[in-house]
C-alpha cells in the first residue's frame, strides 16, 4: 500500500478514494459496482468514504480490524464523530442476532461480500425494463420483483 491511495481489488487500478467515490455516483448504482471488492484505506478520509459506502451497501461487508479479527455481517447504523476514536459503525454479524459497535478507529479494511439485494433494482432500472417491453410490442407488462434468496 503506498501514498494517498486504496486500492480496490478483484477489478480495476488503485484509485484515489476520491474517485473511488464518485464511480458509479453518477451512473446512479454505487452499491451494483461494490460487491466482491475489497477497500483497503491509506488515510482516515479514505476509511470514513468506504464506511459510508459499506452503510449504503443492502448487503454483508467483512470488517477487518486492525489486529487481523475480521467480522462479517450488516452495517445497519454509524455515527461520525470528529475523530475516528469518536466514530462507531454499527454491525449485526452474519448468522447472529447480536449488535456490535466497531470504533472507526479499529478498522483496517472492507470488503464488499455479501450480495446488494438492492443492486438492480432502482426507479430507472424498472423503468428501461418496463420501456424494453413496450418497444417489444408487449401488452399488459407486468413487471415482478425477483425472488430473495
Not at 449504503?56 to 462479517?72: A, L, S
Not at 456490535?100 to 461480500?113: D, H, K, M, N, R
Amino acid at each position: 500500500m503506498s501514498g494517498n491511495h486504496n486500492t480496490i481489488a478483484a477489478t480495476g487500478p488503485v484509485q484515489p478514494a476520491s474517485e473511488q467515490a464518485n464511480a458509479g455516483a453518477a451512473a446512479g448504482h454505487v452499491s451494483d459496482d461494490l460487491h466482491g471488492r475489497t477497500w483497503q484505506t491509506a488515510s482516515d478520509e479514505d476509511l470514513r468514504v468506504g464506511l459510508e459506502k459499506a452503510f449504503d451497501y443492502r448487503g454483508d461487508v467483512t470488517i477487518t480490524r486492525k489486529d487481523g479479527t475480521r467480522i462479517e455481517g450488516y452495517i445497519f447504523d454509524r455515527q461520525t464523530g470528529a475523530t475516528l476514536e469518536k466514530s462507531i459503525v454499527r454491525v449485526i454479524p452474519q448468522d447472529q442476532s447480536i449488535k456490535i459497535s466497531i470504533p472507526y478507529s479499529e478498522i483496517a479494511g472492507l470488503a464488499f461480500t455479501g450480495r446488494d439485494t438492492a443492486a438492480g433494482k432502482s426507479w430507472a432500472a424498472w423503468l428501461k425494463k418496463y420501456l424494453e417491453k413496450k418497444a417489444a410490442g408487449e401488452k399488459n407488462i407486468e413487471l415482478k420483483p425477483e425472488k430473495l434468496d
